[in-house]
């Protein structure tokens, strides 16, 4: 077997403040990536405040005391540098890529835009117009839709992984500068972020500077995550769907509750598992039903994995009329590798696909940064060599064991969204058949 390419960072550090600092230098590289996350996004909120770590992600760019509303933006972008943000489940993270030669000018304007947010009450007001037109437009998301019907059927309206990230309109209204303000205290400490900075860096002058705009002491009691209800499992086959007028092809979604983030070796051996079962042409189901049959316009295997759960998802677009065949051949197909197994072939090139997209996603500074920050966050970034190696550990045995184990013919989720048109067309069939 050849040698599994070393992924881990060069430099890993904790600070007295309890900071975590990840620093990876890449010598030909021109640019430098500061990716800092946060261990807090939707499964932390309560549900009368839902979405507020969306919206605070928002102020963070709207300044502090001492950083005036867009001024981070103008500090970054003026030097030819990008910055953004964005907000999940588990995590809330905020990055910027700039040359490496302007790190030294641009970090004091991140770092006092996370740490020392302001959030002025104008702001606030202005930023609820801008997140409540970003709600709108996920309604209308196709694909946002889909996979916020799939949460909510699967997790439930009690627990926080079935509710959106980005709030509602009406919880939107009920968050205030204070919340927020109390919010980012309790969550924007030390103790709960990770500072990755990659790139054309020398890693002793950064750990310097990271350590004198993020090194000091957090202000205030720490905030704790609120207990979670366990993940629900179905009993029997839990069936929800809905429909969309822009929809042309009904998106279909069978999901099985898996594993949370601590059951690192399952984790591994599920991604194998969705592999073998729908990534790439010759995986099975693509295979067989899109390349031979014809009965999808596309169909993938995934495992989403959060901290406190996970769902096994199969999805394919397809006209209304093939759902009934195609629900009954994915299961005939999960029943046949439950019983016969996965060959010894199989399972090398679903490892193969795997290693190499994992190290393509860590090609350039800012990709390697964000892969960091997220395994950091999530269950700790010496789990990414110990992926690699226990993607080459698996047996076919194994895989076999783990689709027993979780992918129930008799117990699943389906989320189906549907082209409003087929209702009114079911409709008019009905009738015509009455007369």
Request: charged fraction near 25%; glycine fraction near 8%.
């Amino acid at each position: 077997m050849s040698r599994l390419p070393r992924l881990l960072p060069a430099y890993t550090h904790r600070l007295n403040s309890g900071l975590r600092v990840i620093l990876h230098p890449v010598p030909i590289a021109d640019s430098a990536t500061v990716d800092v996350w946060v261990q807090t996004g939707g499964r932390n909120e309560p549900p009368q405040w839902l979405g507020i770590s969306h919206f605070l992600e928002h102020m963070v760019f709207k300044g502090s005391e001492r950083l005036a509303p867009g001024e981070l933006d103008r500090a970054i972008e003026g030097r030819g540098g990008i910055t953004n943000a964005a907000t999940g489940q588990d995590y809330t993270h905020y990055y910027m890529t700039v040359a490496a030669a302007d790190l030294p000018e641009t970090l004091p304007y991140l770092a006092e835009a996370v740490l020392r947010a302001g959030i002025p009450p104008e702001e606030v007001e202005r930023e609820r117009q801008v997140v409540l037109e970003e709600i709108r437009r996920a309604a209308d998301d196709l694909g946002y839709i889909t996979y916020q019907l799939l949460m909510e059927t699967a997790y439930g309206e009690e627990h926080p992984y079935g509710r959106p990230v980005l709030g509602t309109p009406a919880s939107l209204m009920g968050l205030t500068p204070e919340l927020l303000r109390a919010y980012h205290r309790g969550w924007y400490r030390p103790e709960y972020m990770t500072v990755v900075v990659t790139g054309g860096i020398d890693p002793e002058q950064t750990l310097a500077l990271v350590e004198k705009e993020f090194g000091g002491p957090a202000s205030g009691p720490a905030w704790t995550r609120p207990p979670l209800p366990p993940q629900p499992r179905p009993q029997g086959i839990l069936r929800r769907e809905s429909t969309h007028a822009r929809l042309e092809q009904a998106r279909l979604k069978l999901a099985w509750p898996t594993v949370s983030l601590d059951a690192w070796e399952e984790v591994c051996g599920l991604e194998l598992l969705a592999a073998v079962l729908g990534d790439g042409r010759t995986s099975r189901l693509v295979h067989l039903l899109r390349e031979q049959r014809g009965w999808v316009r596309a169909i993938g295997c995934s495992s989403l994995v959060l901290k406190e759960g996970g769902l096994f998802c199969i999805s394919a677009h397809l006209e209304v009329e093939d759902l009934p065949r195609v629900e009954a051949t994915l299961l005939h197909e999960i029943e046949k590798l439950q019983q016969d197994g996965i060959g010894q072939a199989e399972l090398e090139r679903a490892r193969r696909m795997l290693t190499h997209e994992l190290l393509f996603s860590a090609e350039s500074p800012s990709q390697l940064a964000s892969l960091y920050g997220y395994y950091e966050t999530l269950v700790g970034v010496e789990r990414l060599q110990e992926y690699l190696e226990l993607l080459q550990a698996f047996t076919p045995a194994q895989i076999r064991e783990l689709a027993q184990q979780y992918l129930s013919p008799e117990a699943y989720v389906v989320a189906l969204l549907k082209p409003a048109a087929s209702d009114a067309a079911a409709a008019s069939e009905l009738q015509l058949a009455c007369r």
